[in-house]
Every structure is written in C-alpha cells, then in structure tokens.
C-alpha cells in the first residue's frame, strides 16, 4: 500500500545530515513538500559530532540550531528518523521508494524526561563519542538530538531491563511491541545526502590503530575536544588517561591511496590545522602538534588558516607520508617512522598521542543501490541516468560543511525543477 | 478586532509538579498576572493537553497565552499556535533542571518558578500575533547579473524551475571567461581527460530560453527597492536605459586575472612568460595540434609555475601579492599540461607546485597527466627571465638544491581577482567626506559608482559588503549563502575563488536562494535566520529624533532615510534580527511580538527581595541563538546553577535595548549579565554586527551606572558559545559569588 | 650517451622507461616518501628509492646510475605493499641496478652486483644452481686467501647443511642438470639478443 505522506510533487531527501537538513530546508522555503528520512534517531550527522568548524573555528551546532529551528516551525518538512531507503521503483518525477521503519521503541509521547535512563543500568558504545564512552540503552543520542526523543536501544528489548524502562516512563512513551515497518511512497524526485563514514583505520596496518592504545582517529580527537565528548573537553590519551601535549597528526590515513581510498578527501589537511589549535587552545605555548603531510590542500582563502597556523611556533610540518608507527612499551608513546622527503631525512619521532587524518568513505560504500544511479570509482553519487535522483554534500564528493551546504542547495533546485516539470505537465 | 483574553497554562509533567508548587504557580498567574483563565494539566504536549489549549481558543476565546512547561526550543511542534500570541515560561530546563535538588533549594527554586510565570504573562500581555504582510503580487522575476557560466548556469537553473529570468552581461556576448578556454577539467568519472567546455551549447540554451530575457552591453545604472520589488535601470552602452522589476538577484559577476605586470620578478610581461588565460589562447589557435609560441615557433618545452603570485602570506612569499589560493590552479595546469602531451607526447612539461592541490577526484585527473608524462617538481621558483629561451630558477625542495631549467614557455598560474563593485567602507568614508563639501571626495564618489556592480541606492552603499580580499563572501559556514543584502546573492568566483564545476553548484544554490527570496516575500516571512518569522520592525516616527543609529546599525542595510532624515523600513529587505530596536535612543522601533516593552515588563514582573534577605537577582540577556541553547543544555544535562537568575531569551544580544538594563538596575537587580556571540573580525553572530553593537552600547553604560553610584562590574558582557552549556553554569555561579561578594545593589527599595 | 643529460626534461625518464624493468612507473610517484621510511635498509640507502625516481625526473642520470642504493633492495617488498600509487618499487629498483650494470656504470666492486653475476653465471651453466660451486666461488671471490678465511668461518654451517642433506659435497663435480643443457643456454641467448635488440644494446654490458 502506497502511504499517503508524499506524492510526486513531493522531494524526498535521503540522509539527515547537514547536507540533507539544507537540501530539505531549502526545498521547503520555496513552498515545496519534503520528507527527509534519517537512518539513525538523530538529525545532525557528523556534523553534529564535530567540535569546531574550520577556519572561523565556530561550534557546528550554531547552525544546527537554526536549522533544526526552521525544521521545527515549517510544515512543509516531514521527518522521519531510524528510516533507510531499501528500494527505489519508477523513474523521473515519479519513483515509488519502499521504506524501512525500525523501532525506537519510544512514541511521540516521550518528553525526553530521563526517567527510563535512569531506571536502566545496561550500557552500550555511546555512538556519538565514536565508541568513546557507553551510554545507557535507553538514552537521548546527544544533548541537541532531534526529535529530542529517547531510544530504547533493541539489545534491551525483551530482557527485564526493557521492562524498566518502560515502568519508569511516567507519560507510556516507551512500547516494547514496536515493529520493523515496511512503507511504500510515491515521489517526483529524490535527493541523496547519505554522507560519508571515517576510513576503517583498522585496515592501515602499519599504523597500528588497532594494536596501539594512542593512536586514533581525527573524528575521535573531536570527541575529545569537546566538552560534550567522553573526556569533559580534555585531551587525555586512552592508553593511560594523561594529558597528551605532543600530538602527531598523519594526513592521508586512508585517502590518496589505491590501496585504501583512491581519491583525496579534502577536508582532512583544513580538520588537522584546526586540531593543531585544538591543541594550542588546551595546553597555549606548552603543546606541540606536528603535522606529517604529503601537500597541505588549504584550498582558496582556507590559505590564511594555513597561514596562520604555519606561523604558529607551536606547530611544525614534515613532508612525509609516515611508513610505520610503532609502540614504546615503555610510556605508551606512539614513534612515527618515515622520511621527511623535504631533503631526505630519516626520523623515529615519539609522541605522547597520533591523530590518524582518515578519509571520507561514502556512507553507501558496499551498500546495493538503485541501477539507475551514477556512481565514481569511489562510490560518491554522481546522480542517476534519468536526472530525477540527485548526490549532495559528502555523498556526491569529499566535501567540507560549506561546500556541501553548496552542494545541497544546488541539489535542491535540481530536484525542484523536477516537481516544476511535474506540476507543469499536470497543469497541462 | 476580536477582543482579547489572557490565559495560562502549566504543565506539571516532567517532575514539575513533584518539585514546585503548582497551585502557588497558578495563583501567581491568576492573581499576578491577571490571567484570566489559568490551567495546569499533568502532561500539556500530549494531544489531550494541546486539545485543552485548542478548546480553549475555540471556546472560551483564549487569543494570548502563557505556555509555563519545558523550554521554548523543546515540544515547538506540539506547542505551535499560529494564531495566538503565546509566551512560553521555561519552568523544565531553566528551573526544574539547573536548580540544586533537595528542599534546601525549595524555596529559591520555587521563586525562581514564580517569577518565569509572572515573565511569561507580563510578556504575552504586550504581544500581538504577527499578522505578516503577505504581497502575492511581489515580482517574482529573477535578476542574474553577470553572462558567465556561473550567471548563465543561474539564469538557466531558475528558468527550469519555472522562474522568469532577467539576465545582464555587459559585453557583447554570453560566455564569459569560458569562451577563452580551450577546454575544462573533467567533472565527471573517469577525471581522466580535458573536456570541451560547454559553453557555446549553453549559450544557444540561454539565448533560447522562453523565461529568459538577455540584456547584452549592459550594466546597472541603479537597482532602487526590495526583495519582490527591486527596479533595475538597465543601461545600455548605446546610453538607452531599459527599467526592469524583479524580486531577486543573483550576482556572478566572476573575476579577472591577476595583472602579469606585477609579478616581473617572475617574468611577468616578457617574451614567452604567459599566464594560465594566456595559454588558453594559444591553445585555442593552436585547435588541437602543436601549441605555438607568439614568434609561431612549436613549443618543445614548457614550465608551469603554481601560486604565481599566490598565497603570498604564509611561509610562501612576502605577501606582495594575493594571499590566498585561487584552487582552480593546480587542476588547470594539470589541463593544460595534457594539452601539450595530447598534441605531441615529446613536449617536455613540469609542472612546479609546492603543494599539489587536486582535491576530490581530481586525484585521479593528476594521475591521468603523469601517465601522460607530464613531470611534476615540488619547488619554489626563485626567478623566471622570459625571452627566446626562458629561464626558471628555482629551488627542488625534494633533492633540496637550486637548479634552474631552460623552456621555451613559461605558464604562470596566477590568481582569480573578483569582481565584486564598491568597497562599502570606501564608500562610506568618501560619502562622509563628499557630505562635508570635500571636491576630490565628491569626484572620487562618482569614479566608484562607475565600478558599482550593482548600483544599489541603498543608504549604505552601492554594492554587496565585501568580506577579506574584496570577496563578496558571506561568512558562514552553515548558511554560504547569506549575504547583508537581503534577497541578493553572490555565486561563482566573485564569491569566492573557485573552478567552473563549483561555479555552476554554487549558481544553482544561489538561485535557489533568489527564488526563496521571491517566495519568502510573497508570504511576508522573514529570510534566513529566522526563516519564517511574519514580525516585522514598526517605528512610531512621530517620537523618533533622526538620529540616523537605526540606519547605520541595521547589519543588512534594511533602512534608509527620507528627506527629513527619518528612517524607511524596507520590510523585505529586514531579518528581523532587532539591531534597529536595540539601537533607538527614543524606544520607537518595535516588533509585534518582541519589542522594549515585551521585555522590559518580564524585568519588571519580577519579584525582587529586599537587601536583607541575602538573595541578589540576576538578569541574564541570552542570545536565543547560542547562549539560551547552551543554557538549556546545562538544563538537559542537569548541571546546576545560581537560583538567582531570570533569564530572557533575545533574537540577538544586539537588540538589547539600554533600556532594559537600567529598568532592571532600578529596579534593584544586583547584576545584569548579557550573553552573546563572539564579535570581532572572526565575529560568529548571525545577524553579523549584533553581539558586537551590544559590546559597544555596553562600553557606553559605565557613565550611568556612574551616576547611579553603582560598580560597573554590575552590568557585564559575556561570549558564549551553544558548546559552553558547562561553562556557562559556571559563569552564573561566579558572577553569583562575586555580587554576593560585593554586597546589594544600593538601588534597592527605590525602583 | 657523452653528452650532459639535460635537467628536468624528459630525455632520461624516456630512457629508463625504454630501458629498465618497469620503468614506466617511474613518472607516477607522488613524492609520499612512504617507500623510503618502509625500507628495512633504508639508512643505507644514499637515495631513497622516491629521491631516485625524482632525480630520474630531474635528469639526474650519471647520479642515478653510478648509486649504489638500488643495489641494497632486498626484495622485501615492503615499499610495493605499502606505496599509495601501487608502483612496483621492488622491480624498478633490481631493474635500474640491472640497466647500470648492463651500462657498466654500476659501482665498482659492489657486492651485490657480484653476487648477482655469480648467481647468473652458475644458473646458465647447467640449468640448475649448483650451491656448492656458488658458496665456493662466493668465498673466493676477492682472491684465494681470504676465501680460504671465508670458507673456514663458514665451516660449521656449510657441515651442518651437508649432514642435513641440504649441501651435496659431491655437486662439486659438476653437480646435477637439466635435461636439455644445451638448450637452456641457446634459449637464454637468444632471449639477451631480443633484450639487446629492443633495447638497443650491442651485447656488451653482460
């Protein structure tokens, strides 16, 4: 049965990240009818889980905000969260996509009053910290999440701890019984702003991700950064909890590599720079970042950031892809081998912690997608065959807040123009 | 005008009622505030609670209410009335939440409850509904200015979307920069060859488009009005002058190369040194086979340098030059190299960069050269001497030693310089001086008007505001589009310097803003960031001084003066963003749902205790944006802080009026805190100039707190950023601790 | 070949990618460094295998081809594993070293350039390497005194081989071979002539 939320003069947005939020908000303040369907509880994305923004060095939930603001006060958006996209039928200006619904386990009731996190004790990986810290099963995603709604996580579901989150709920928010639902809809054109996922770090082996407590990921250093994140803002080492005040950051983990991703991601040299100041900001003269590049792409005037951060007497740059790290059984510490190749220097250089600057890997990446769609040797969308679907923002090319934001809007328009051939051809 | 009945309603839900007192919170409403019905229901948002408010409104002719439940930014859905004038009391996140538990704090918390109840319904009572001005009749037509392909790609993407377009360019032609291009990077997979540009197919599109009208030799000689009414005088070079209404613009008006003459030192102007535009030229005579020098001999070697003249501020040059990337070059090279090895693989090319910048895929371009040979040297070129046989010095910084090359040609990659009109603060300090009778100022204001893009006759000025390097930029990261002209949007490389595939993404965004700037007019709402809003600033000229501080604070140059100096709202312009009414000396700007009084009575409402009780009260102005977000997540995190506080959420701290401050000093609050955005040249404030205007005004304060024998500590600014939901709470405490340090406010007892 | 290869033109990149194994990947490097850092030997290395395909680029051809570095590969294959732009570093390194050596420009007395003739020599011979007669002629390779040393230090290892039937003492007379002895060598022979004849080599070098 076709449900009866959108029709074909309807935009459906896939992905509620930045890039969706926008190609959705932007299709809505012209007047047109939008679903954005979000495969996690939360709008937001990654972006949500960024700390600052380069290079005005500004918090990603400032925007958030307005957004999440406009989403709330127009009609003319409908979101869905913890729906996937399972298949697209038809074509330009009339598609029928089938949904998938999972169970949040919690209804519209809920008031976000915390009363089941409190009832329950069983935790799992707080996905928002990257698996830095656990959160309760029952748990509000992060502290801006929308719809600002509860999650019953499923690995609770059925067991005692299930029954006390739902004994605990003073307004019946909570229902055990939800079902996976299957929907079918009708759409005149479709926006993918499916996003990207970190580089699996666990695949470069030489750097040890998965055997050496100090070396992580650039997103997981975000989550350290942050207030909001698993360490309180401070940027303490997993292996034994201390300050880490000289940090290597490794550019390239995964990107620019045929063996991993072929393709550069662009934002990693911007989101490394911004960390060096993570760092600056946290311990002043006293920290001291190093940054092992291959070319620092500061594309246009993200020049001045790079500028200014290569002044910064705190921050030291080596031309080199790192070929191995090893580990000082000793401290902990982390030692980068390589060459600088500025002159052919050999170094074994140990710091207290490693930033791994992964790339941008497709969100779909693995994931079977409809014929009809056009996608690169790196799996980002480039549209589909009969111009009704359209990527945008991180899905459609490695792309940093702003330029997929540009992207976004300019997919929205796309998809615009098809619901105008629509409404046109039926006026007709 | 239907007549009008207050109501309140309290939601004891959510722990409220466990921990307050709600019938003393009923009583308050009822008695205080003068509600003329006053509920509290044990779960509001539930569809049973809406519906009592609904039935209420249906029934019993509730039009303005208090809603005294959970924060404003929490159940918006649930809780949204369009008809009704509705304040909302945060007794959940700004009470319940922040206060300590435990009955020591009964009674503060509960005082605390009382007085967001008296705020909430001193608030409503001086709220209208916004009634909007809807205007179906607005233009809806769209000015692209600039025929390149980021305006052509404009004009088109708008046209498809059922838009008329009028379109501007002020050569003879459409095509722009493009139709001196061989050829263009590939946008699409394999990114492996050159391809042809396009732009002749566009421009047959263009030309033959239904919704689009093409004014050729043409340029702005004024663009008078607003969103959904701007009149275009369109002048041609023949000296005809055609008038336009549209409703929008969108301005690509792209940019120009950096002059070759200024880099000598790089051979700029020699014999066989070109730019990148330079050798497009010679490729297109050459059409495909040997690329000939201007002698006509066949180029058998040829250097390409990258950042020529470019990211001169880092660690790279003196800044001389330009100091950012234009981002285009080093893939533009990588084209033009192929060139040569397309034609003939025996033609040397090196390509000298220092830090290859081929984002994205274009890795894959950059691979597809080197197969073909092209040769690429990380160096910093020292030197190049142009002539018969050119001469590259440099040093290579991977073999780390000076070397130098000869070469037949030499490319230097320079930089995009855009086109962007009048430095607005240039205008504005010529204005000034031309005003004042200076002869050379009033001669020089007409020379800047010749290169006005836009000719706008707004009173602050001509063109957009340019951000660093005369970029018609705007400076978010969130929201790339929002310009401080309402309704006018900058794309392409006028923007921002940028290559032709995100010339084209970028067009098609900013044309979609224009048609939601038409949109947007036509439903009276508000544009970003308060997408929507139906409000709009009124002004009761018969009490205003002329003082003009409305129209040179207005961040988006919304209003302009009469004759007699009074202001000119131009609602479609407005963000609504307030700046005008924290500016007014005389308090005659307000807003049907936000205005000195709707603020002003809430100081007023609250109950301040007497200087023995020991109880300071402390009123915080907190951006709606960032702060009071950040304040509700100290709430949701259950972080704690001082009782003592009454927070009022505004649009921006820079429509703080002074006002409020003083009528909260009389009144004997102990201190006054005001949270906003980070200001300066980094500013992080949506409506740009507004935390840094209440900065200002602030600065100006100590005087009266001087006369009224109060310390200047008592009124304070803060930075605050939506991440600083703990340091916040920290920041009430100490702010608490040191006014209870320092003692009451003398002025006590006597407001 | 006399005159000064000119710098930074294409004249000796086209020259390796004509002569040398897997040369034509020479102009794909990056320039990561990421081969340099992996080589177990590296520290040995004069120039690290990225330095060289620069210095190849920058027509630097009396410096690549008189190196010794490419001589110290081991075959480890770690810079292959790991190089982001997939170049065979390995087979272009044992492929320069051969082309230099074939040139004669390769370093006088470097050990590994011997090792490899010695190698070659005793596999043609019969077909099959004779280890006896390799290990010997190893030892007594810089004259009969110090191979006298060499194979006396050697002793109880090359005991240990014989009694785990791993060195036969008797290949020392002449020791097991192909079927076709004769064959091999004429087809090894002809395989340097088609070598030779593309690559424009007299047969000199060998």
């Given at each position: 049965m076709t449900a009866s939320i959108a029709t074909n003069q309807t935009i459906l947005v896939v992905g509620g990240g930045i890039a969706g939020m926008t190609a959705a908000l932007e299709a809505a303040e012209c007047g047109k009818q939008v679903l954005l369907v979000e495969k996690t509880p939360t709008l937001g994305g990654r972006t949500a889980q960024l700390y600052r923004y380069f290079p005005k060095m500004c918090h990603p939930t400032c925007g958030m905000e307005i957004n999440l603001k406009r989403i709330k006060g127009n009609p003319n958006v409908r979101v869905m969260t913890m729906t996937q996209v399972v298949a697209v039928g038809g074509g330009r200006g009339d598609y029928n996509v089938t949904l998938k619904v999972s169970p949040r386990y919690v209804n519209e009731n809920c008031t976000a009053c915390r009363k089941c996190g409190e009832a329950v004790s069983a935790e799992i990986p707080d996905a928002y910290n990257y698996g830095l810290g656990k959160v309760k099963a029952a748990y509000l995603p992060h502290a801006m999440a929308y719809p600002q709604r509860y999650v019953i996580d499923a690995s609770i579901v059925g067991t005692p701890e299930g029954e006390k989150a739902k004994a605990a709920c003073p307004v019946n928010a909570v229902d055990l019984g939800m079902q996976e639902e299957t929907l079918e809809i009708n759409v005149g054109a479709v926006v993918w702003a499916t996003g990207w996922r970190p580089f699996d770090a666990n695949k470069i082996q030489p750097y040890g991700y998965d055997r050496i407590a100090n070396v992580i990921t650039s997103v997981e250093f975000e989550r350290l950064a942050d207030p909001h994140g698993p360490t309180g803002g401070k940027l303490l080492r997993p292996s034994d909890g201390k300050e880490a005040k000289n940090i290597a950051f490794i550019q390239c983990a995964g990107s620019r590599d045929e063996n991993y991703l072929r393709h550069c991601s662009r934002i990693c040299c911007m989101a490394s720079l911004k960390q060096t100041q993570y760092v600056r900001e946290a311990y002043g003269d006293a920290g001291k970042s190093t940054v092992y590049y291959i070319d620092i792409r500061a594309i246009d005037r993200f020049e001045d950031f790079y500028a200014m951060v290569w002044k910064d007497p705190t921050v030291s740059f080596v031309k080199s892809k790192v070929a191995r790290i090893a580990e000082n059984e000793a401290n902990g510490n982390p030692v980068l081998h390589g060459v600088d190749t500025e002159g052919y220097h050999r170094y074994a250089t140990e710091h207290d912690l490693v930033v791994l600057a992964v790339g941008m890997e497709p969100e779909v990446s693995g994931v079977k997608l409809p014929d009809d769609i056009i996608i690169d040797s790196s799996n980002f969308i480039e549209g589909s065959k009969d111009g009704g679907m359209f990527g945008a923002g991180a899905a459609a090319s490695p792309l940093d807040v702003n330029r997929a934001v540009q992207s976004a809007t300019a997919a929205s328009l796309k998809a615009i123009q098809v619901i105008h051939k629509n409404a046109s051809t039926e006026a007709a | 005008m239907a007549d009008i009945?207050?109501?309140?309603?309290?939601?004891?839900?959510?722990?409220?009622?466990?921990?307050?007192?709600?019938?003393?919170?009923?009583?308050?409403?009822?008695?205080?505030?003068?509600?003329?019905?006053?509920?509290?229901?044990?779960?509001?948002?539930?569809?049973?609670?809406?519906?009592?408010?609904?039935?209420?409104?249906a029934n019993e002719g509730v039009t303005h209410f208090c809603i005294a439940a959970c924060s404003r930014r929490a159940k918006a859905e649930a809780f949204a009335f369009p008809g009704n004038a509705v304040s909302r009391a945060n007794l959940r996140e700004g009470v319940l939440w922040v206060v300590a538990e435990g009955p020591a704090h009964d009674e503060v918390r509960q005082e605390m409850a009382e007085d967001y109840i008296r705020m909430g319904c001193a608030e409503v009572k001086k709220m209208t509904c916004p009634a909007g001005s809807a205007n179906a009749a607005s233009s809806r037509r769209i000015m692209v200015v600039g025929g390149g392909m980021s305006g052509m790609t404009a004009a088109l993407a708008a046209a498809d979307a059922g838009y008329e377009v009028v379109l501007i360019e002020k050569t003879a032609q459409l095509g722009g920069f493009a139709n001196n291009l061989w050829k263009r990077v590939p946008f699409n997979a394999p990114h492996a060859e050159a391809q042809p540009t396009g732009v002749a197919e566009m421009t047959a599109k263009v030309s033959g488009h239904a919704k689009i009208k093409i004014h050729l030799n043409s340029t702005l000689a004024e663009t008078a009005g607003a969103p959904g009414r701007f009149i275009a005088k369109i002048a041609q070079e023949s000296g005809a002058v055609t008038e336009e209404t549209v409703g929008a613009i969108v301005q690509a008006t792209g940019f120009t190369t950096y002059d070759l003459a200024k880099l000598p030192e790089l051979g700029g102007g020699q014999a066989n040194v070109v730019d990148q535009a330079g050798l497009e030229a010679l490729a297109k005579a050459a059409d495909g086979g040997a690329i000939k020098r201007a002698d006509g001999s066949a180029v058998k070697s040829v250097v390409f340098v990258q950042c020529a003249g470019q990211r001169g501020s880092g660690g790279n040059g003196d800044g001389s030059h330009l100091d950012y990337c234009s981002g285009h070059c080093c893939a533009t090279s990588i084209k033009q190299a192929t060139y040569f090895k397309d034609a003939n693989p025996d033609v040397d090319t090196v390509v000298m960069y220092q830090d290859l910048r081929v984002p994205?895929?274009?890795?894959?371009?950059?691979?597809?050269?080197?197969?073909?040979?092209?040769?690429?040297?990380?160096?910093?070129?020292?030197?190049?001497?142009?002539?018969?046989?050119?001469?590259?010095?440099?040093?290579?910084?991977?073999?780390?030693?000076?070397?130098?090359?000869?070469?037949?040609?030499?490319?230097?990659?320079?930089?995009?310089?855009?086109?962007?009109?009048?430095?607005?603060?240039?205008?504005?300090?010529?204005?000034?001086?031309?005003?004042?009778?200076?002869?050379?100022?009033?001669q020089k204001k007409s020379e800047l008007q010749k290169i006005s893009v836009l000719n706008l006759n707004y009173r602050q000025g001509p063109d957009m505001p340019q951000f660093k390097y005369g970029f018609a930029d705007s400076h978010f990261i969130c929201f790339p589009y929002e310009t401080r002209r309402t309704g006018v949007y900058a794309a392409g490389p006028t923007r921002r310097p940028m290559d032709m595939f995100q010339a084209q993404e970028d067009a098609t965004g900013a044309a979609l803003k224009a048609i939601q700037a038409v949109e947007n007019v036509a439903r009276g709402a508000a544009a970003h960031p308060r997408a929507g809003d139906l409000s709009f600033p009124k002004a009761r000229l018969e009490g205003c001084t002329q003082c003009k501080r409305c129209t040179v604070e207005c961040p988006f140059g919304a209003i302009d003066e009469d004759e007699k100096r009074f202001p000119v709202f131009n609602q479609e312009r407005c963000r609504r963003c307030g700046t005008c009414m924290g500016a007014c000396p005389v308090r005659v700007i307000s807003f049907e749902n936000y205005s000195c009084d709707t603020v002003g009575m809430q100081i007023k409402a609250?109950?301040?205790?007497?200087?023995?009780?020991?109880?300071?009260?402390?009123?915080?102005?907190?951006?709606?944006?960032?702060?009071?977000?950040?304040?509700?997540?100290?709430?949701?995190?259950?972080?704690?802080?001082?009782?003592?506080?009454?927070?009022?959420?505004?649009?921006?701290?820079?429509?703080?009026?002074?006002?409020?401050?003083?009528?909260?000093?009389?009144?004997?609050?102990?201190?006054?805190?005001?949270?906003?955005?980070?200001?300066?040249?980094?500013?992080?404030?949506?409506?740009?100039?507004?935390?840094?205007?209440?900065?200002?005004?602030?600065?100006?304060?100590?005087?009266?707190?001087?006369?009224?024998s109060l310390e200047g500590e008592r009124v304070q600014t803060y930075e605050v950023a939506i991440t600083d939901s703990a340091r916040v709470a920290k920041m009430i405490d100490d702010y608490a601790a040191q006014l209870i340090e320092m003692g009451p406010s003398p002025m006590k007892g006597f407001g | 070949m006399t005159t000064a290869t000119p710098k930074y033109r294409n004249n000796f990149l086209k020259e390796v990618e004509a002569n040398v194994e897997e040369g034509h990947w020479v102009?794909?490097?990056?320039?990561?460094?990421?081969?340099?850092?992996?080589?177990?030997?590296?520290?040995?290395?004069?120039?690290?295998?990225?330095?060289?395909?620069?210095?190849?680029?920058?027509?630097?051809?009396?410096?690549?081809?008189?190196?010794?570095?490419?001589?110290?590969?081991?075959?480890?294959?770690?810079?292959?594993?790991?190089?982001?732009?997939?170049?065979?570093?390995?087979?272009?390194?044992?492929?320069?070293?051969?082309y230099a050596h074939r040139l004669g420009m390769a370093p006088k007395g470097q050990p590994t350039e011997a090792i490899a003739k010695l190698f070659w020599d005793n596999l043609v011979k019969t077909g099959r390497v004779n280890e006896l007669k390799f290990s010997l002629?190893?030892?007594?390779?810089?004259?009969?005194?110090?191979?006298?040393?060499?194979?006396?230090?050697?002793?109880?290892?090359?005991?240990?081989?014989?009694?785990?039937?791993?060195?036969?003492?008797?290949?020392?007379?002449?020791?097991?071979?192909?079927?076709?002895?004769?064959?091999?060598q004429k087809m090894v022979a002809k395989a340097r002539e088609i070598e030779d004849r593309r690559k424009g080599f007299s047969g000199a070098g060998a």
């Open positions: - | 009945k207050y109501a309140a309603y309290i939601c004891s839900g959510c722990g409220i009622g466990d921990t307050l007192n709600v019938g003393a919170l009923e009583k308050v409403a009822t008695k205080e505030g003068k509600m003329a019905v006053v509920k509290s229901h044990p779960f509001l948002c539930s569809t049973e609670g809406v519906d009592l408010i609904k039935n209420d409104i994205g895929m274009g890795e894959d371009f950059y691979r597809s050269a080197q197969k073909k040979g092209v040769i690429f040297t990380k160096a910093k070129v020292n030197k190049v001497a142009g002539g018969n046989s050119c001469r590259v010095d440099f040093k290579d910084l991977i073999l780390d030693e000076d070397a130098s090359i000869d070469a037949d040609l030499v490319v230097l990659a320079t930089g995009q310089v855009p086109t962007s009109g009048v430095n607005l603060d240039e205008w504005t300090t010529t204005v000034t001086a031309a005003e004042s009778g200076d002869e050379a100022a009033k609250v109950n301040v205790p007497d200087e023995f009780e020991e109880k300071p009260r402390i009123l915080i102005l907190a951006c709606e944006n960032d702060a009071y977000p950040a304040l509700d997540m100290a709430g949701i995190q259950r972080l704690t802080y001082s009782a003592f506080v009454r927070t009022i959420p505004v649009r921006c701290l820079g429509s703080a009026n002074t006002i409020w401050i003083t009528d909260a000093l009389n009144q004997g609050y102990d201190g006054v805190m005001m949270m906003g955005c980070k200001r300066g040249d980094d500013y992080q404030c949506h409506f740009v100039k507004g935390s840094e205007m209440a900065y200002y005004r602030m600065s100006k304060i100590d005087d009266t707190l001087k006369q009224l | 102009k794909m490097c990056m320039q990561c460094g990421v081969c340099a850092g992996s080589c177990p030997l590296g520290p040995h290395w004069q120039h690290s295998p990225q330095k060289i395909f620069m210095m190849i680029r920058a027509g630097k051809r009396e410096e690549v081809l008189t190196s010794d570095s490419m001589w110290m590969c081991t075959s480890c294959y770690n810079c292959i594993v790991r190089c982001p732009r997939k170049l065979p570093i390995t087979h272009i390194m044992h492929g320069l070293a051969n002629a190893m030892y007594f390779k810089d004259g009969f005194v110090q191979g006298i040393k060499n194979a006396m230090a050697m002793q109880g290892i090359g005991l240990g081989l014989v009694k785990a039937k791993r060195l036969n003492p008797m290949e020392i007379l002449g020791g097991h071979a192909c079927k076709d002895k004769s064959g091999i």
